[in-house]
């Protein structure tokens, strides 16, 4: 045995590594497998992820060859809530009470085709906890527009830029009076392990919307993913917070710019985004509008 193979550590047990294991089909720069590391950090195996047709679909693959270490369910588009919700109980009939159902979608799947099962399992305070990644597209089928895309963005079917503005899902689930919402972002991976964590010591229906910047549909360089989610925020234009019994919280990186002259200029945030090249100033004007009323909205709510 050579010197350097004898202080060679030997591989950690399959059961000490970390719970997304190397290997899977994301794209450079991908931000699910970095939002799901900080999911895995929280609930390690002692979770069942209910995953529609989206993105993560493929990236986790199948069993045997699933690239997360937890349960896994492949479900349709539309009934993750639905599915998640049935996993939950049956799990409680069994006694089973040491295991997490975790509802894991897109912006496709939450916002659009999965919203009526999302709003069921809201309503009935199913004790689930509901992970929308948004990357504000249908990325895994082409780039196409999604009520959570945002106004002036390119993709596949707005190529001139989407005209109607952002659905904000994580309002909609507040609206449901549901114990626990929150916002989060890859671009800070405590703060969504700490809301991971708040929501893991609390029962009934829990929402979590994580911020998710996506290199091919956004048309970005992808060691560029963190620094353009860190600008969605310094901009102001995506506000971290928590909303638990009936009152709404900021969280520690959006509280500098509650103060409008702390933000960074929405521009720097766009610039570095290809789906905004064709932006005119009338789009720009409304992002900037949207940005405002969210914080006029933020304030209402913390009042």
Not at 174 to 202: C, E, F, R
Not at 220 to 238: D, H, M, N, S
Not at 275 to 298: C, L, P, Q, S
Request: glycine residues 8%; charged residues 20%.
């Amino acid at each position: 045995m050579s010197t350097t193979q004898a202080r060679r550590k030997p591989p950690l047990p399959y059961d000490q590594r970390e719970g997304v294991l190397p290997g899977d089909a994301a794209c450079s720069g991908c931000p699910i497998p970095i939002a799901l590391k900080v999911v895995s950090a929280v609930f390690g195996e002692k979770a069942i992820l209910v995953i529609p047709a989206c993105c993560t679909s493929v990236i986790m693959g199948t069993y045997p060859g699933q690239a997360l270490k937890a349960g896994i369910i492949h479900v349709p588009f539309a009934s993750a809530a639905a599915v998640a919700s049935g996993v939950s109980q049956a799990l409680k009939e069994r006694g089973i009470n040491d295991v997490y159902v975790i509802a894991w979608a897109g912006d496709g799947g939450t916002a659009d085709i999965g919203m009526a099962s999302l709003s069921g399992a809201a309503e009935r305070n199913e004790d689930i906890i509901y992970i929308m990644y948004d990357n504000e597209a249908y990325m895994n089928t082409g780039i196409q527009r999604s009520s959570s895309t945002p106004p002036g963005a390119w993709t596949t079917t707005t190529p001139t830029g989407k005209v109607e503005a952002k659905k904000d899902v994580a309002r909609i689930m507040i609206a449901h009076g549901v114990p626990y919402v929150a916002t989060a972002s890859v671009g800070y991976p405590h703060d969504l392990y700490n809301k991971l964590q708040k929501a893991k010591n609390i029962k009934g229906f829990r929402f979590i919307h994580i911020h998710a910047p996506c290199p091919p549909g956004w048309r970005f360089e992808p060691q560029y993913t963190a620094r353009i989610a860190k600008l969605a925020v310094e901009t102001g234009l995506w506000i971290l917070y928590e909303y638990q019994d009936g009152k709404l919280t900021l969280s520690g990186p959006s509280r500098p710019y509650l103060d409008p002259s702390k933000r960074k200029p929405i521009e720097e945030y766009i610039k570095l985004q290809g789906r905004f090249r064709g932006a005119t100033e009338e789009f720009i004007a409304e992002i900037k509008k949207y940005v405002d009323e969210n914080w006029k909205w933020i304030m209402k709510m913390m009042s």
